[in-house]
């Protein structure tokens, strides 16, 4: 096989070059892991993926093997020596009969010679040897009809030994071709450094770009299976909402319509009976004998059913105007109520939407003894007298603080502290393994522990001893906070008007408490 037919069987049909990295699909087609890359990159967003040479589809992205054969082949091929002299198409002037391959061509000869010419060939200074070429004169001045030998620097152009002398490049700055060649090679090679300086800044650039998209496109997948899932939970909350509202409405209306039902069903009866006992008056007074008519006995007196009569009407308009209609603030109050579930239970602030509203008790066994803890577990008092309480490993013995009762080591959840009532506390999460006795168990004054802290009016937040301050006087009675175990996220807020004070993150590796620390008066878990 020529070189040229080898080449193009090494040819990507995509960049159209030799195959850099060759990939082999399915389909037995093969490109530049770049090239193909790319295609598949824009093919990303439609979801459809199919090879660009045959159009076969894949229903995932294909994965890309490397196909080994074809890389030694094209490596082999670009180190392979230069095509023989035959393969330029350049044949000995000399050897008419037959056409030899040149190996050489003499300029001042303007010839072309095979091996066994060459040997033969005049080995004079004037004549020029080269590489073997078709058009010997465009290496020769078009003036002078000389060879060209210098590289006028001023005029940029190669000339003859004449021109520099007695022609227009007289008195110019000349090199040697070789001299003038080499400083070109490098220019050239330090403007191609430069060049591919830029192309990997480019490329970098591509790269961070694609892991930004990347980063973003799975983030917005993880959105959209959170509200997807939330949706769902949303349509099944409302499915139970429907179906109690709707059994509370049948319910009243069973209620009220089974003595209606028991009466129409008995008037029925009645009006049964009323007719069996019309029937032989109407046939009595369709008879045309005046004789049958007067020896027929007579019915009974319709004097005696009046009592009967108002008593149904007086049933009837118990019925009627003393049950009234249906009640239906109870299934309005119960719709009311579900919905405020709903709502409360699933709607965050800007951090994001939370699953669950978290119910937490204050946890008295780790609660200083200077913390006074009440009946339900929800408030705590600082009280300027210790009270007796017996000795845990679990109970804070250096600073006025207590834990939650509850942990939580995965989702998202919600819960606020009422602190109108003290300017004087920290609100945050910790880990269970806080120390309860040294200097650093302060909430947010060691790696384990992520606080808000007020004093007076000064606000600021502390994770490991780093302060982090707050503009002083934030409005608000209630503080919440929110956890993403998932995210590694806890963020703080200021109710009454919602206000965002700040955010931590971190990789959670242990399941989290919530954590009170009070100086002065009292607050409470809402």
Known sequence: MASSDLKAELDCSICLNIYTDPIMLKCGHNFCRVCIDRVFDSQEGSGDYFCPQCRKEFQER???????????????????PPPEPEKSGIFCTYCIHSSVP????????????????????SKSPEHVI????????????????????????????CICVSC????????????????????KKKKLINNLQKWNTKREEKEELVRS???????????ADNEVERFTALFRDLERRLEDLEEK????????????????????????????????????????????????????????DLCDTEDEDDEDRENRDQLLYNRGDLDLSGASRMFRTGMSDIISGIVGFTGGIYIEKADI??????????????????????????QYRPYSSERFSHYCQVLGSQSFSSGRHYWEVDVQKSNNWRIGMCYGRIDRDEDDSLIGGNDVSWGLIRRGKDYSLLHDNGFIALPENIPGGRVRVYLDYEAGQISFYIRDPICHLH????????????????WHSCISLC
């Open 164 to 183: 520099s002398l007695t022609g227009e490049h007289r008195g110019h700055k000349v090199d040697t071709l070789q001299e003038a060649s080499i400083k």
């Open 102 to 121: 040149a190996v050489k061509s003499c300029l001042l000869c303007e010839a072309s010679l095979c091996d066994d010419h060459l040997r033969v060939h």
């Open 62 to 80: 294909p994965p890309l093997q490397r196909n080994i054969t074809l890389r030694n082949i094209t490596e082999r091929f670009l180190s392979s």
């Open 209 to 219: 770009l694609q892991e930004y998209r990347g980063s973003v496109q799975e983030q």
């Open 130 to 157: 080269c590489v073997p070429t078709s058009t010997p004169e465009n290496r020769k001045c078009p003036v002078h009809k000389k060879i060209l030998e210098l590289y006028c620097t001023e005029d940029s152009a």
């Open 503 to 518: 955010t931590f993150t971190a990789n959670f590796t242990e399941p989290l408490y919530a954590v009170l620390g009070l």
């Open 245 to 300: 509202v709707v059994d509370e409405i049948c319910r009243q209306t069973e209620s009220i319509l089974l003595p209606v039902i028991d009466l129409i069903q008995e008037l029925e009866i009645k009006t049964e009976k009323l007719s069996q006992k019309m029937h032989p008056l109407e046939e009595l007074c369709a008879m045309t004998d005046p004789l049958t008519v007067l020896q027929e006995p007579d019915s009974g």
């Open 361 to 386: 008790l204050l946890d008295e066994d780790t609660a200083h003894t200077h913390l006074t803890i009440s009946y339900d577990n929800k408030s705590v008092l600082r009280s300027g007298r210790g």
